[in-house]
Every structure is written in C-alpha cells, then in structure tokens.
T-cell receptor, first 116, second 114 residues
Framework: GAVVSQHPSRVICKSGTSVKIECRSLDFQATTMFWYRQFPKQSLMLMATSNEGSKATYEQGVEKDKFLINHASLTLSTLTVTSAHPEDSSFYIC????????????FGEGSRLTVL | AQSVTQLGSHVSVSEGALVLLRCNYSSSVPPYLFWYVQYPNQGLQLLLKYTSAATLVKGINGFEAEFKKSETSFHLTKPSAHMSDAAEYFCAVNAKTSYDKVIFGPGTSLSVIP
C-alpha cells in the first residue's frame, strides 16, 4: 500500500520558537494532503487541506498564521507551528490521498509536539 | 453535511470473545465508509473500507463490517478477540461528492481482557 512518512516523530521546543513538521508520500504523488491534530484520548480534528501549488484551506477556528502549511511538491507538505506555546502541544498527523475516487487516506506516523 | 457517531467510547471484551464496535453515519449523499485502527503514539492504519461494492466488507486482521443503508450503520466485528486487537478504533465517512474531507468519529477504545 501507499506509504506516508512524517518527520520528526517527536519534538520538544521552547515557548516562542517555531517548529516544522514534514509529511512525505514515498511511493505516490499526492496532490492533496491533510493535517490533523489529535488531543489525548480524542478523535482527529482536521486542521487544513493542503493542495500542491496553492494555498492551504483551513478549517474554521484554525489560525492560518499560527499553523503555516506549504505544499511545494507532489510528495511533500510541511506544517510549521509558529511561535509555539504550551497549548500547541499535541499529536499532529498528516495524511495523503492516493486516488481521488476512493476517499481513502494514508496516514503518517504522527508527530508529538511538546512545547515547554 | 456528514457526521459519524460511535456508540461506546470504551469497549472491553474477553480474549476469544466477539468484538462489536458500533458506527452510525449521516450523509446527504452516498458515502464511502472506513474503519481505522490506531495504536498508542502512532498514526492510523486502514482496517477496511466500503466503496459501494459488496455491503459486507472484509478487512485485515480478521475484521469485517457490514454497510446497512436502512440503518445508516457500518458496525465493525471480529469473531474472536486477540490481545493484539487492543487499540483505538475510528470510523470515518467521506461523501463521494466531497473528496476533500474525511470526517472521523470520536473513536472507541477497545480493551481485551485475558
């Protein structure tokens, strides 16, 4: 099956710094990638839809200036958490769709962000 | 609009017993339906999917689910639970006319008692 790789798997940073998380589709081209946030013991919350070559579409309530998303190529999308604060600590998961006609998503391994 | 509900945030079964995880969906158009499993601190893995072919769908690790349009349900079952099945399970829906969004249910945590 399709493989999506996410890096780093864990990151700890100081409050006020920025952190970048990468999401790569290893064996397929993904015109659309999705970024989710997951709080402990909760479901996945869609943050934004990342489209290659265009601006990301953010869900209501998600600060686009806080969570910068770039989808520069068909195999790479990045999420940058700018000026991170402890409340940004969470599990961030990316996913990619291999084919547009099934809706099936392939997920990265997730990135655990801890902001001190 | 689409939505997913999962009855029971936590389910416990004995090893070897039947596993039944419930999922009901709401969609204004015919949906694609999915079950994903998540182990601690990991991403999600697809168990099975319904894409309008057979209503009884078989997935990995012995799981299967049946799409029942009249009940708007897509319950997940496994005849005999194994210790390795303990995980978080998410039901998800994607309307066929809205490929951009997959909506996840709140999840059900499955515990398997030896």
């Amino acid at each position: 099956g399709a493989v999506v790789s996410q890096h780093p798997s864990r990151v700890i940073c100081k409050s006020g710094t920025s952190v970048k998380i990468e999401c790569r589709s290893l064996d397929f081209q993904a015109t659309t990638m999705f970024w989710y946030r997951q709080f402990p013991k909760q479901s996945l919350m869609l943050m934004a839809t990342s489209n290659e070559g265009s601006k990301a579409t953010y869900e209501q309530g998600v600060e686009k200036d806080k969570f910068l998303i770039n989808h520069a190529s068909l195999t790479l999308s990045t999420l940058t958490v700018t000026s991170a604060h402890p409340e940004d600590s969470s599990f961030y998961i990316c996913s990619a769709r291999q084919a547009a006609n099934t809706g099936e998503l392939f997920f990265g391994e997730g990135s655990r962000l801890t902001v001190l | 609009a689409q939505s997913v509900t999962q009855l029971g945030s936590h389910v416990s079964v004995s090893e070897g017993a039947l596993v039944l995880l419930r999922c009901n969906y709401s969609s204004s158009v015919p949906p694609y339906l999915f079950w994903y499993v998540q182990y601690p601190n990991q991403g999600l893995q697809l168990l099975l999917k319904y894409t309008s072919a057979a209503t009884l769908v078989k997935g990995i690790n012995g799981f299967e689910a049946e799409f029942k349009k009249s009940e708007t349900s897509f319950h997940l079952t496994k005849p005999s639970a194994h210790m390795s099945d303990a995980a978080e399970y998410f039901c998800a829906v994607n309307a066929k006319t809205s490929y951009d969004k997959v909506i996840f249910g709140p999840g059900t945590s499955l515990s398997v008692i030896p």
